[in-house]
């Protein structure tokens, strides 16, 4: 059966290691959003809360209430609310209209827009908001943006921390100003974090990092102590010895070019592996291989692929860069994309 291994070491020095950049294991918080980046939640939540971590992120309330008995803090960046939520469920703000849809006595989130455009109230609203906010007596947990120019250089990134500086400034007045508790502040995700060596923040929040990867276009040192958390392994369905000019699979895109032992292995695009057909984003043609060199044969299809192997598992890639160079994409989206049917297994 096709599964996915966790190594545990890995994930534990990957926690160490940024822990140690940041300067303090206390101010780590954990995105565990998308069944923890594809990793799945039920495996990784509880390794982060035997390393001590208090503060998550996930995408939305069932995700909070799989892993609400491990974490005080549980910010849910996405969903609306009808009624009464645990106390340690802690709902984000993007937009002041949203607070309509948060039950009064709710602990939140609020997010502001530090540049990229997308979600989170103007700092012309903050005033409004924290109104809106106290008079539903909601507490204010945390005030928080995030600078989506990590990964790049330029002058965007300073922009955007020098906005939500001026932000955190504004907040900490109005908390004074209405004797409420000061938020707590965060505004820098995994590359952004890894970047920068003076962290101010109350939370750093890591995701993908956590994982392995950080996708910078320009060399930053700690990435390269980081290390894959995931394997993918799949297991043989069928073996053939097939002659010179043999077609495999759909359409018959692969032709043998000598006797060839092939076999099936069971996982394809139904369990969330790109489809490959031979043909790379950019559109040359281009092999793809297993972590061991085995040739995987295009096409593959839903639920199997054939590569030229007789092996009775492989193990389809320990660092999913080798799959994001051919399908021209990031860590992120191919992760994300295994199916959660697919075992997580500790190792």
Known sequence: MAKILINTKHYKDNLDCISAHIGSKDKLALVLKDNAYGHGLSSIAPLAHQYGVKNVFVKNIQEARSIEHLFPHITIFYGRFDGPIPTNFHPVVHDIAQLDHIPDNTRVELKVNIGMNRNGINQKDLDTA????????????????????????????????????????????????????????????????????DHQDTLVRIGIAAYGYVPYNFPVEIVNKLKPVLSLWAEKIATKHLPKGSKIGYSGTSILQQDEIVSTYDIGYGDGLFRYDGIKKNGTKAKLFTRDGFEI???????????????????????????????????????????SFLPRILV
Do not use: W
């Open 130 to 197: 924290f109104e809106k906010i106290l008079k539903k007596n909601c507490e204010i947990l945390g005030v928080f943006g995030h600078n989506g120019y990590g990964d790049e250089e330029g002058k965007e990134f300073d922009y955007s921390q020098n906005c939500f500086l001026d932000i955190r400034g504004h907040a900490t007045r109005l908390s004074e100003k209405y004797s409420i508790p000061t938020p707590r502040f965060h505004s820098l995700s995994s590359s952004g974090a890894l970047r920068t060596k």
């Open 297 to 339: 044969l295009p096409k593959t299809s839903m639920d199997c692929f054939s590569a030229i192997c007789s092996q009775d598992e492989i193990c389809v890639f320990e660092d999913v860069r080798a799959l994001c160079d051919f399908f021209g994409t990031i860590p992120h989206e191919i992760l994300t994309n295994l199916s």
